[in-house]
């Protein structure tokens, strides 16, 4: 047995059996053996040196059919580096001697043998470091096991166990046959968490050397509330993990309680709460957990894991099941939200140095016109199905927005000439996500409908934190006295201009975030669907008077946990039940 500690990114337990992705950087942690263990370790390597040899002949022959020999030479050069005796014998020594695991002493040996060989004057020995690389890394592979294509042979009752996931892969995953995600890379407010939240599938992040260490196969128990995993549990272990399983349960069936209840505070202050949505598969999840329709759709995930642009009728048909199920609520639909760490598949959309930094969002699309017109006709046509708003992220100054709106003025009487209806009521407004809009947001306000505070970007970009680097996630903090300023000076001038303003980051799913907003007179919390009944039995356990002068205190505090520490006390004695994942 032995135990990793990560980030906890989606709550909830499951135990499984691992499946691991092959990371781009073959990593291998070293794993003792016992002297009995020894022959059966030896075994593994010569099995995983035949497996390799197999396909790489299958794979020369395949060659040899269609095109001129020149790979197929390459290929018979790899399988002379599996023969390499000064390779497998010193791998077979080690593992005898030394008493480690298969993979860790081929994967020692292979590097000690690509530095002598990289090192080397000669360009023949140089060629060779990288057949051996290669061919080295594949048996390596084939020792833990590992999946070369993304979810192809993913079994049921699985634990996804991945160096990193990007969120588009994180979203075609099969969700009946996986029970679990575990990566080393990432943090809570990562695309990637944030699909597991919305998926409901236990998540821990930001969990290191697991890869290396984990094999296809083990047995896993993965902790999402409380960030650990569990290679080879005992039984012990895995009873008490069994048990938390079912007392998760339970907390699940009170929850379900308050689904058909308002989220509606002890002196009546109303507030809408409704659900951030990724995935049309998530609008069962919103009906489920009673939420107040749905408060950020961001399309983006429609674009992903595509070759192709989805079509004007085809973002119709999506937009308009988000609309009709959210009816008779609001359904608010961003337009795309590419760049940062969601990506088009398409070559021409070049990788940059600094992509949170860079073409994103609303910048991409006022580059990428075309794309952009075609989601607009799209939602604009989807006013016809529903109570639709549509929303504008990462907006950084009244210009943007005004050119946004330009076009989309454009494309409404383009639509209106070809005869289409088009709601005139129709709410535009924008994501407060950069600190530059929180500091204009004045100016702002009177040119929108309203806004949505997008926490999960704003506190990077205030803080200069990258919102999935698991490495400083110790320094994103959604407390911080700069980001509780910038929240307050957007809800004053909110308020000032008479237009509502709404949160749809991750940081609202904790209770004391519920209750400081609530405070600051926010109309609407929009959250991952799982989180709402949370934040929902908060809203309904508090008062709002309570909030205001709770809320008016913190903003004038000087750190983060003066401010924690101050909230904490004051739910528990407003009786605001604390719940399992906080921040
Ligand atoms: C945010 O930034 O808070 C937000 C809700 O948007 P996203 O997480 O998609 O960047
Ligand atoms: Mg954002």
């Given at each position: 047995?032995?135990?990793?500690?990560g980030?906890?990114?989606?709550?909830?337990?499951?135990?499984?059996?691992?499946?691991?992705?092959?990371p781009?950087?073959?990593?291998?942690?070293?794993?003792?053996i016992?002297?009995?263990?020894?022959?059966?370790?030896?075994?593994?390597?010569?099995?995983?040196?035949?497996?390799?040899?197999?396909e790489?002949?299958?794979?020369?022959d395949?060659?040899?059919?269609?095109e001129?020999?020149?790979?197929a030479?390459?290929?018979?050069?790899?399988?002379l580096?599996?023969?390499?005796?000064?390779?497998?014998?010193?791998?077979?020594?080690?593992?005898?001697?030394?008493?480690?695991?298969?993979?860790y002493?081929?994967k020692?040996?292979?590097?000690?043998?690509?530095v002598?060989?990289?090192?080397?004057e000669?360009p023949y020995?140089?060629e060779?470091?990288?057949?051996?690389?290669?061919?080295?890394?594949?048996?390596?592979?084939?020792?833990?096991g590992?999946?070369?294509?993304?979810?192809?042979?993913?079994?049921?009752?699985?634990?996804?166990?991945?160096?990193?996931?990007?969120?588009?892969?994180?979203?075609?995953?099969?969700r009946?046959k996986?029970?679990a995600?575990v990566?080393?890379?990432?943090s809570?407010?990562s695309?990637?968490?944030?699909?597991?939240?919305?998926?409901?599938?236990?998540?821990v992040?930001?969990a290191?050397?697991?890869?290396?260490?984990?094999?296809?196969?083990?047995?896993l128990?993965?902790?999402?509330?409380?960030?650990?995993?569990?290679?080879?549990?005992?039984?012990?272990?895995?009873?008490s993990?069994?048990?938390?399983?079912?007392?998760?349960?339970a907390?699940?069936?009170?929850?379900?309680?308050?689904a058909?209840?308002?989220?509606?505070?002890?002196?009546?202050y109303?507030?809408e709460?409704?659900a951030?949505?990724e995935?049309?598969?998530?609008?069962?999840?919103?009906?489920?957990?009673?939420?107040?329709?749905?408060?950020?759709?961001r399309?983006?995930?429609?674009?992903l894991?595509?070759s192709?642009l989805?079509?004007?009728e085809?973002?119709?048909?999506?937009?308009?099941?988000?609309?009709?199920?959210?009816f008779p609520h609001?359904?608010?639909?961003?337009?795309?939200?590419?760049?940062?760490?969601?990506?088009l598949?398409?070559?021409?959309?070049?990788?940059?140095?600094?992509?949170?930094?860079?073409?994103?969002a609303?910048?991409f699309?006022?580059?990428r016109?075309?794309?952009?017109?075609?989601?607009?006709r799209?939602?604009l046509?989807t006013?016809?199905?529903?109570?639709?708003?549509?929303?504008?992220?990462?907006i950084s100054?009244?210009?943007?927005?005004?050119?946004a709106?330009?076009?989309l003025?454009?494309?409404?009487?383009?639509?209106?000439?070809?005869g289409?209806f088009?709601d005139?009521?129709?709410?535009?407004?924008?994501?407060?996500?950069?600190?530059?809009?929180?500091l204009?947001?004045?100016?702002?306000?009177q040119?929108?409908?309203?806004f949505?505070?997008?926490?999960?970007?704003?506190?990077?970009?205030?803080?200069?934190?990258?919102?999935?680097?698991?490495?400083?996630?110790?320094?994103y903090?959604p407390?911080?006295?700069?980001?509780?300023?910038?929240i307050?000076?957007?809800?004053?001038?909110?308020?000032?201009?008479?237009?509502?303003?709404?949160?749809?980051g991750?940081?609202?799913a904790?209770?004391?975030?519920a209750i400081?907003?609530?405070?600051?007179?926010?109309?609407?919390?929009?959250?991952?669907?799982?989180?709402?009944p949370d934040?929902?039995?908060?809203?309904r356990?508090?008062?709002?008077?309570?909030?205001?002068r709770?809320?008016?205190?913190?903003?004038?505090?000087?750190?983060a946990s003066?401010?924690?520490?101050?909230l904490?006390?004051?739910?528990?004695?407003m009786?605001?039940?604390?719940?399992r994942?906080?921040?």
């Amino acid at each position: 047995m032995r135990e990793f500690t990560g980030i906890p990114a989606s709550g909830g337990v499951a135990l499984g059996r691992a499946f691991v992705v092959a990371p781009r950087e073959l990593t291998v942690e070293r794993r003792d053996i016992a002297l009995d263990e020894v022959e059966a370790e030896q075994m593994r390597l010569e099995r995983a040196l035949a497996v390799t040899r197999d396909e790489f002949a299958s794979l020369r022959d395949e060659v040899k059919k269609h095109e001129a020999s020149i790979r197929a030479e390459i290929l018979d050069a790899y399988m002379l580096v599996l023969d390499d005796e000064m390779l497998t014998e010193k791998a077979r020594d080690m593992i005898r001697e030394d008493r480690v695991s298969a993979e860790y002493a081929f994967k020692t040996t292979l590097d000690e043998m690509l530095v002598v060989f990289e090192a080397m004057e000669d360009p023949y020995f140089r060629e060779r470091a990288v057949d051996l690389r290669g061919v080295g890394n594949r048996v390596v592979m084939n020792l833990l096991g590992v999946a070369y294509r993304l979810f192809e042979d993913v079994s049921d009752n699985s634990i996804l166990v991945a160096h990193d996931l990007p969120p588009s892969d994180a979203a075609a995953l099969p969700r009946e046959k996986v029970g679990a995600i575990v990566t080393e890379v990432g943090s809570r407010t990562s695309h990637t968490a944030i699909i597991a939240r919305s998926m409901e599938v236990p998540a821990v992040v930001g969990a290191d050397g697991v890869v290396g260490y984990v094999r296809a196969g083990d047995s896993l128990v993965v902790d999402g509330i409380n960030g650990r995993v569990v290679v080879n549990p005992t039984d012990e272990v895995e009873a008490s993990y069994e048990e938390l399983g079912r007392e998760l349960l339970a907390e699940e069936k009170r929850r379900a309680r308050v689904a058909e209840l308002p989220a509606t505070t002890l002196d009546g202050y109303r507030i809408e709460l409704s659900a951030n949505i990724e995935l049309l598969a998530e609008l069962e999840a919103v009906a489920r957990h009673g939420c107040d329709g749905v408060g950020l759709y961001r399309t983006e995930f429609l674009f992903l894991h595509r070759s192709d642009l989805p079509s004007e009728e085809e973002q119709l048909d999506a937009y308009r099941k988000v609309a009709e199920a959210s009816f008779p609520h609001s359904c608010i639909i961003r337009t795309i939200d590419i760049g940062g760490d969601k990506f088009l598949s398409f070559p021409e959309v070049a990788r940059e140095i600094n992509p949170f930094l860079g073409l994103r969002a609303i910048r991409f699309c006022l580059k990428r016109r075309d794309i952009f017109r075609t989601q607009l006709r799209a939602i604009l046509r989807t006013t016809a199905y529903g109570k639709v708003k549509i929303m504008f992220p990462m907006i950084s100054d009244v210009e943007e927005l005004r050119t946004a709106k330009e076009i989309l003025a454009d494309v409404k009487r383009e639509l209106e000439r070809e005869g289409r209806f088009v709601d005139e009521a129709l709410e535009v407004g924008i994501m407060v996500e950069v600190p530059s809009a929180a500091l204009s947001a004045d100016l702002l306000a009177q040119e929108c409908d309203f806004f949505s505070l997008g926490t999960n970007d704003l506190i990077q970009y205030t803080l200069a934190v990258d919102r999935g680097n698991e490495k400083i996630a110790y320094l994103y903090e959604p407390f911080h006295p700069a980001v509780l300023k910038l929240i307050k000076t957007t809800a004053d001038a909110a308020h000032r201009n008479s237009i509502w303003i709404g949160i749809c980051g991750e940081m609202i799913a904790d209770p004391k975030a519920a209750i400081l907003l609530l405070g600051l007179s926010f109309d609407e919390f929009s959250a991952s669907p799982a989180s709402v009944p949370d934040i929902k039995i908060a809203l309904r356990a508090a008062r709002y008077v309570d909030a205001r002068r709770v809320a008016e205190r913190a903003v004038t505090m000087t750190s983060a946990s003066e401010i924690r520490s101050f909230l904490t006390r004051e739910l528990a004695e407003m009786g605001v039940p604390a719940v399992r994942c906080q921040w």
